[in-house]
């Protein structure tokens, strides 16, 4: 039988065998970079308002090309085909090292910039990079690297390119270099030797070359480096333009919160605005009163976030002290955002809008692997509250129920199932780990992505939750499975069939077994409780159960009210029962509810439930979480 196969239903459009940098930066006619004006402003330092214009960025990047071409140091590891490690905060450098780069024939791996030295010194040496961009800040955790790599400190500081805090070369304040960094070389010291007449062209198959080395948060082992191409990303970049919400970019601006190391920040914020023409303001990291300060300030319009940031929406006295009444549409991404949620904070901004009618709260979907969007909500359907919305033109996906097996099993319409991908933006594979590519992607092309999703007859996805987060809880036969088990034992008995055989037909019943708690879901009904700042489930086992029990750690949206152990035990028992109230009762969280002071996430805001999971095993141990069960009759 052959396979359920969704197509978008967006009309397909034409996609480029060409670099990122001749993408995005062409001069397409006199005074014209990529159709757009080359005096318009491309990027803001948020905190002094230096801008650079997409004429300005072009000779920039070209200018940085050079310079990692010919200064001589340097010029032996900036080939064609070699590799630079990014390690910094959001700047306004990001964009010119990027683009810079790729404009030398440079790939570039974007690393964490709040890595240790261990954790940087793997990506270093998995990646192959050779030169380091490091912030001023990050400089020491650098040298550190280097020298536990066996470097010496005289060969460590001939690799290191410093990003430093003054923006003179950007026309913005002159800030004095840290003294103990003199002798590195710096960023605008590249700047200043010349200029290539072009960028190095990648055309044809070139385009499926490496240009992004981003790296897996590692929730399972180590990171793995995702080879994202040229065409990737190009495709992409066009594939997002027909949903996404129209623009005019003598208007409209983004304000850029994300961090840029991560590709959700350095494709949505610093290269596909530049197709879009649209200015980004840029934040060097999330905070909540300079968020409002500076919608307030740029008269920002688009913002692209993370459901943390929503959480402090729906509550940070900064939305009520600042005019954000230009904000109009909210972008989420990176992890699920819940219906309470979203109503929340949509509720609250309409109060600020002056008027001007609802913000557009709408969700995106995708993956490092998929470079990153598969799935965007457009503006008209921002009512399908919940959505991550529908599939972008020129990929096609598929439900597949069997994702440990053959994938020959499609969901059934209505029903759950893990989502596969196909088409131009899915990554080349897994840097140097051919077995983890092969476990990914499908001999016909398909990447098994792990979440598992609904699909509504109009086309929208919903996302339930990963795959191998599900908590199974209960083993459940209900009147149905006792039913067909009991005929075939009477069959066995009449045919003497082979019990084995028996117990594969047992186990191929279509029947669910157990029931299926998605974290993603309680996380999303917590939320709503008054007292929750932040929350996150896992599922713990209990032997005497036999089954998996959910278990919910929150943050207490008061801290000063549960201070001592005995009042973060009340309220867990308390949130306990409130849920009851709000959910069925296989989802009462049974392995108990943990005050704590923070939920680990990564910077994109994915929750790092291994960490939790590794926490509850220490906190239950010599004991059963269903120790603490008040039991209740199922």
């Known amino acids: 039988m052959s396979p359920k196969i969704y197509s978008s239903s967006i009309q397909s459009v034409p996609l480029y065998n060409r670099s990122v940098f001749t993408h995005l930066l062409s001069q397409t006619a006199q005074n014209q970079i990529a159709g757009f004006p080359a005096s318009a402003p491309a990027f803001i330092d948020a905190p002094s308002g230096t801008t650079i214009s997409r004429g300005q960025l072009r000779n920039l990047a070209l200018s940085l090309g050079y310079g990692l071409k010919n200064y001589p140091v340097i010029a032996q590891h900036a080939k064609r085909g070699g590799t630079i490690l990014v390690y910094s905060h959001n700047s306004l450098a990001w964009p010119v090292v990027l683009l810079g780069a790729v404009s030398a024939g440079l790939k570039c791996t974007l690393a964490n910039s709040a890595y240790t030295a261990k954790e940087l010194a793997f990506q270093y040496t998995d990646s192959g990079a050779h030169l380091v961009f490091s912030s001023e800040e990050g400089v020491p955790t650098v040298r550190q690297t280097l020298k536990d790599l066996g470097l010496s400190p005289t060969e460590a500081d001939k690799r290191i390119i410093v990003i430093t805090n003054s923006l003179e070369w950007a026309g913005g304040p002159s800030v004095a270099v840290n003294p103990e960094l003199k002798g590195l070389l710096t960023v605008s010291q590249l700047l200043t030797l010349g200029t290539l007449k072009e960028e190095e062209k990648f055309v044809g198959e070139q385009a499926n070359e490496t240009v992004y080395l981003c790296y897996s948060s590692g929730t399972t082992g180590k990171p793995k480096g995702v080879e994202t191409t040229h065409r990737n990303i190009t495709s992409v970049i066009d594939m997002v333009g027909p949903a996404f919400p129209p623009v005019d970019f003598t208007v409209d601006k983004i304000l850029g919160i994300l961090p840029f190391y991560h590709i959700y920040g350095a494709v949505k914020l610093l290269l596909f605005p530049l197709k879009a023409g649209l200015p980004v303001a840029i934040m060097t990291r999330f905070d909540p009163v300079q968020f409002c300060a500076n919608i307030q300030r740029y008269n920002i319009t688009i913002s692209l976030i993370v459901p943390p940031v929503m959480v402090v929406l729906a509550r940070h006295p900064a939305v009520d002290q600042y005019d954000v009444s230009t904000l109009r549409v909210l972008v989420s991404g990176a992890a699920p955002l819940g219906a309470a949620l979203t109503k929340q904070v949509g509720d609250r901004l309409l109060t600020r809008r002056k008027g001007k009618g609802p913000v557009s709260i709408l969700q995106g979907y995708g993956l490092t692997e998929t470079s990153p969007t598969t799935h965007l909500v457009p503006i008209e359907a921002a009512h399908k509250v919940g959505s991550i919305g529908i599939l ?34 899915i990554m080349k594979g897994y840097l140097n780990n051919v077995a983890a590519t092969t476990d990914s992607i499908t001999p016909d092309k398909w990447f098994k992505t792990g979440d598992i999703a609904i699909r509504d007859k109009e086309g929208f996805y919903y996302i339930v939750d990963r795959r191998k987060e599900l908590i199974k809880y209960k083993v459940r036969i209900d009147a149905r499975v006792l039913a067909i088990f009991s005929s075939l034992i009477c069959y066995r008995r009449a045919s003497k069939v082979n019990l084995l055989t028996l117990e594969f037909r047992f186990i191929a019943l279509p029947f669910p077994c157990c029931f299926l708690v998605p974290p993603a879901e309680l996380e999303s009904v917590l939320l709503t409780h008054p007292d929750i700042a932040d929350t996150a489930v896992i599922g713990v086992d209990s032997a005497k159960e ?48 943990v005050v704590i002071d923070i939920i680990p996430k990564s910077a994109a805001g994915k929750i790092l439930r291994r960490e939790l999971r590794d926490r509850a095993k220490v906190e239950l141990a010599g004991r059963d979480p269903a120790d603490d069960i008040v039991k209740a009759k199922l």
């Open 546 to 593: 036999a089954t998996e029990l959910p278990r919910a750690y929150v943050v207490h949206a008061h801290p000063e009210k549960v201070k001592t152990e005995a009042e973060k035990i009340a309220f867990g028992q308390a949130v306990q029962k409130w849920i009851q109230q709000k959910v069925a009762r296989h989802k009462f969280l049974r392995g108990g509810v």
């Open 392 to 425: 972008l033109p020129n990929l096609e996906a598929r439900l597949v129920v069997d994702g440990d097996g053959d994938g020959t099993i499609d969901a059934k319409e209505g029903e759950p199932g893990e989502i596969w991908i196909r088409g131009p933006s």
